[in-house]
Structure formats: structure tokens, C-alpha cells
């Protein structure tokens, strides 16, 4: 299908879905679609973003990922007062990519297009590019520090395994490349050897934990991931805002994804987002399924294993490791700044 097709697709459910709802003040998409022109094909293992807009102050629970006319959309709601001004979206790196351009799919008041433009005029500006480095790393630093060692051990890995995978969003923000959340550790290696430093993608690798991990130890653990998956998919009941991510609609990402980076030779730009769906699974599983979670742990803990994170001395190990880099990791962030032709001062043309 092509990006075109499914953009109607994610119109049409607005239009016929929500957009007559008191609340609604628009919607725009978001993601990794965002940067794609329109006659390029829709992966397969890709869903469309979609975000409304509404007026309440605690906008409703996400939806998450469900299918529309053969479309994968993942649906957010987020509250205007996330949006409340264009310095309020030009500081944040996760919102302001999506008004670069107009993504807009519906605006009754106007309000969002204005927003829009603002955002757009502003956004390769140097001071917001650097602002929105530093709200990444505030949030790297933010998440170490949460972990809690007498969480259950597939919270305290997403603890760990989130805010060190946000090392590549500081790398992405400066290079005002989109921050995907799936294939974050494959755009990251595509930045750092467009402007020259390589080298520190392993690095990244290294605190991940997975730059000697093999093709065919990734593959392994991918299936033991899926046979997980398959198991805690058809017990889910416990709403978790993750959930419709651990679905049989929502496989084709998650395990035929990460199928085929370790076909086209990227096992590693695999690992983060295998060993995110494993703990997300588990967590689905020790709430709603305990005895069979305790059957499949092994598989889980091999995992863990080869990442070098099996026990909590290690994981915080690791935690500290990511956060005595973050000075090094910025000096590289600035680097790529100071080599983008595409970033501005504020001012000039």
C-alpha cells in the first residue's frame, strides 16, 4: 500500500470516528511516516501514527495500534495544553517533528495550522535544536534514576532499557532526523556515519549491550520472543498502555520487523526493540498468566544474559555506564549541530 492510501485511510476513521466529538480539536500524523513522500510503500512491518487533539485537560486513555481499511494506525490522544504555545512544541523533541511540515489531517478551529506554521518557522533555529538535545538527555537522566531495584525484573529492564535507547534520540534530534522509537539504533548508525563518527556507534551498541551479540544469537532469542509474544497476546486482559502493541494485529512489527533487520544484516539494530516486546510480554504475562510467565522466564533470562544485564548489580552497572557517557554523547550531538547545514540562527533567512 502506499503512504498515500493509508493516510486517507487514517482520514477517513477521523473523519468518521471522532472528529464530530465536543472535545475534538484536530488531528495531525506523527511518526515515522511523517518525512515519507506519498508514493512510497507503507511497510508492512510499519503502522501509520496518528494523534488527536482534544480540549480535556486528561485526554483519554491511547487506543494504541488497530487496524483501518488493511492500515496499522496507532492512535494518541493528547491534551491542547501539551500544545500550548510554539516554544512549548519547539522544546520538546518528541513533539516538535511532527510541525516541521503539515501534517494536519483536521483543524476546526484553526488553532493547530497556526501552531504549525509557527513551529515550522522556527524549528532548524540552533537554540530550539540544542533545547530539544538537552530535553533528551534531561530524559535519559530522569529515567536512570527512576529504576527501582525491588520492581519486578521486566520493570526494572524497561527502566534501563528505555533511557539508554534514548542515547540515539540526542544523536537524532541534532541531526533533525525523526526520533523512531522501533528502528531508533538503525537511523542513529545512519546519522553518526553521515557526519563522520562512526565510531561511536558502537559504543551506543556497547551500552546496549549487544555489540558482540551475533546474528544467530539474535535470531534465537527473536524466536523464542515470538512463541512469548504469541502466548501473551492470547491472554492479555490487563490494560496496559503498551498493550495493543502485544497483539496478533500488531505481530508483523514487533516479530516480522525485527525478522527482517537480522535478514538485511542489522541483528544488532534488532536487539532493542526484541528485548523491549520481551518484558512487555512479561509483564503481561505475570499479570495476567503468572504460572506460564514462570515457564517462559528462561528464555527471557537468556536474553538478558547475553546483554549483560542478568542480575540487578548489573543492570545498574550498566545505568551508570550510560550516564557517565551522556557529557561524551552530547559533545558528539553538538559536533553534528555545528555540521548541519540545514540549522539555522534565529533570524536568518
Not at 523533541?93 to 476546526?108: K, M, N, V
Request: charged fraction near 25%.
Amino acid at each position: 500500500m502506499k503512504i498515500v492510501e493509508a493516510r486517507k485511510a487514517a482520514a477517513r476513521w477521523v473523519g468518521q470516528n471522532v472528529s464530530r466529538e465536543a472535545d475534538f480539536l484536530g488531528a495531525y500524523f506523527s511518526g515515522s511516516t511523517v518525512g515519507l513522500p506519498e508514493e512510497a510503500d507503507l511497510p508492512v512491518s510499519s503502522d501509520v501514527d496518528l494523534i488527536i487533539v482534544t480540549d480535556l485537560e486528561e485526554p483519554p486513555a491511547k487506543p494504541g495500534k488497530f487496524h483501518v481499511d488493511q492500515v496499522l494506525l496507532e492512535v494518541t490522544y493528547l491534551s491542547w495544553n501539551q500544545l500550548s504555545s510554539a516554544e512549548t512544541v519547539l522544546s520538546d523533541y518528541h513533539l516538535a517533528g511532527s510541525f516541521r511540515t503539515d501534517t494536519i489531517i483536521a483543524d476546526p478551529t484553526g488553532r493547530l495550522r497556526q501552531l504549525q506554521a509557527e513551529v515550522a518557522s522556527r524549528f532548524t533555529e540552533k537554540p530550539w535544536v540544542l533545547r530539544r538535545c538537552k530535553h533528551a538527555l534531561d530524559r535519559i537522566e530522569r529515567g536512570l534514576r527512576s529504576i527501582d531495584p525491588d520492581a519486578p525484573r521486566q520493570d526494572q529492564i524497561l527502566g534501563w532499557l528505555f533511557p539508554t535507547g534514548i542515547t540515539t534520540h540526542v544523536l537524532l534530534t541534532a541531526a533533525l532526523r525523526n526520533p523512531t522509537v522501533r528502528l531508533r539504533y538503525l537511523a542513529a548508525r545512519e546519522v553518526l556515519e553521515a557526519y563522520g563518527h562512526s565510531e561511536v556507534y558502537a559504543k551506543l551498541l556497547q551500552l546496549l549491550g549487544c555489540e558482540e551479540l551475533t546474528a544467530a544469537q539474535t535470531l534465537s532469542h527473536l524466536e523464542a520472543l515470538a512463541l512469548t509474544f504469541d502466548m501473551a497476546a492470547a491472554r492479555a486482559v490487563t490494560p496496559f498502555p503498551f498493550r495493543s502493541d502485544i497483539t496478533p494485529g500488531a505481530r508483523p512489527v514487533a516479530i516480522d520487523g525485527s525478522r527482517e533487520l537480522i535478514q538485511n544484516g542489522r541483528h544488532q539494530e534488532a536487539v532493542f526493540w526484541i528485548t523491549a516486546t520481551f518484558a512487555r510480554c512479561h509483564k503481561i504475562l505475570a499479570a495476567d498468566a503468572p504460572e506460564l510467565g514462570e515457564q517462559l522466564a528462561p528464555d527471557f533470562l537468556a536474553l538478558l544474559s547475553d546483554l549483560g544485564v542478568s542480575s540487578m548489580a548489573a543492570l545498574l552497572r550498566r545505568a551508570d555506564e550510560v550516564h557517565r557517557y551522556l557529557p561524551r554523547l552530547m559533545r558528539i550531538a553538538q559536533a553534528i549541530m555545528d555540521a548541519n547545514p540545514d540549522i539555522t540562527q534565529p533570524g536568518s533567512p
